[in-house]
C-alpha cells in the first residue's frame, strides 16, 4: 500500500525561485527519505531523516519532519534548471530495509 | 562509490518469450536487492527483496512463477519475466543495498523499460 502521499503532483516555477513539495505517510516510521528520478532514469537518494529528527540540512535542500502530523517537506532553495525531475518520498518501518514510495511530485524549472 | 549498473535499458520483445534483466553493484558487495516496477508517471511498486543465495521474498499479488529473481552473487540478481505478455511492459527498476553502505539508502540503477508486442 502507498504509505507516502506527496502534493502537489507537479510543480512549475522559474529558475532562481525555490521549491517546496509536501509528503504524508500513515504508520510509524524509522526514517523518511527523498529521492529524486531523472525522466526514465532511476532514482538517487537525495537526504535521509531519521524519526527523531526534526529538520535537516544538505546544500540547496532542507527536510523537515512532523512525526505529529505525520509529514514531510523537502525544500530546494536557488532552483536550477538542473533541478527539473520527479521528487518522491520513502519510509523505512520496518527492519528489512525496504522502502515506500509515495506518488511523486513533478518539478520543472523554467530556465 | 555505490554504482548499480542495469541491463539492459530498453527491450522489446514479442508476445510469449522470455525477458531477462540484470542488476549489478559494480563496487560494493550487495546483500540485498529490491526489484520495483514503474508505470508511467507513478510510483515505485516493490515487487521482491532478494538476498544473496536465498530465495527472494515477493510482495502479495505479485506472481513469483511469472516474475523469476535470482541473487546467486553478492554482486549480480536477475528478473526473468517469462513468458512476456502486453501487460508486462513497463519500467523494471532494481535497487541495492550493501556491507559498509548506510543501511537504509538504497542504490538504483537506471531502469529497463520493457515493450512487449
Known amino acids: 500500500s502507498q504509505q507516502g502521499e506527496e502534493d502537489p503532483q507537479a510543480l512549475s516555477i522559474q529558475e532562481g525561485e525555490n521549491a517546496t513539495m509536501n509528503c504524508s505517510y500513515k504508520?510509524?516510521?524509522?526514517?523518511l527519505q527523498w529521492y529524486r528520478q531523472n525522466s526514465g532514469r532511476g532514482l538517487v537518494h537525495l537526504i535521509l531523516?531519521?524519526?527523531?529528527?526534526r529538520e535537516k540540512h544538505s546544500g540547496r535542500l532542507r527536510v523537515t519532519l512532523d512525526t505529529s502530523k505525520k509529514s514531510s517537506s523537502l525544500l530546494i532553495t536557488a532552483s536550477r534548471a538542473a533541478d527539473t525531475a520527479s521528487y518522491f518520498c520513502a519510509t523505512d518501518t520496518s527492519s528489512n530495509y525496504k522502502l515506500t514510495f509515495g506518488k511523486g511530485t513533478l518539478l520543472t524549472v523554467n530556465p | 562509490g555505490a554504482v548499480v549498473s542495469q541491463h539492459p535499458s530498453r527491450v522489446i520483445c514479442k508476445s510469449g518469450t522470455s525477458v531477462k534483466i540484470e542488476c549489478r553493484s559494480l563496487d560494493f558487495q550487495a546483500t540485498t536487492m529490491f526489484w520495483y516496477r514503474q508505470f508511467p508517471k507513478q510510483s515505485l511498486m516493490l515487487m521482491a527483496t532478494?538476498?544473496?543465495?536465498?530465495?527472494?521474498?515477493?510482495e502479495q499479488g505479485v506472481e513469483k512463477d511469472k516474475f523469476l529473481i535470482n541473487h546467486a552473487s553478492l554482486t549480480l540478481s536477475t528478473l526473468t519475466v517469462t513468458s512476456a505478455h502486453p501487460e508486462d511492459s513497463s519500467f523494471y527498476i532494481c535497487s541495492a543495498t550493501g556491507h559498509h553502505l548506510a543501511k537504509n539508502i538504497q542504490y538504483f540503477g537506471a531502469g529497463t523499460r520493457l515493450s512487449v508486442l
Open positions: 532478494s538476498n544473496e543465495g536465498s530465495k527472494a521474498t515477493y
Open positions: 531523516i531519521r524519526s527523531n529528527e
Open positions: 504508520t510509524s516510521i524509522n526514517n
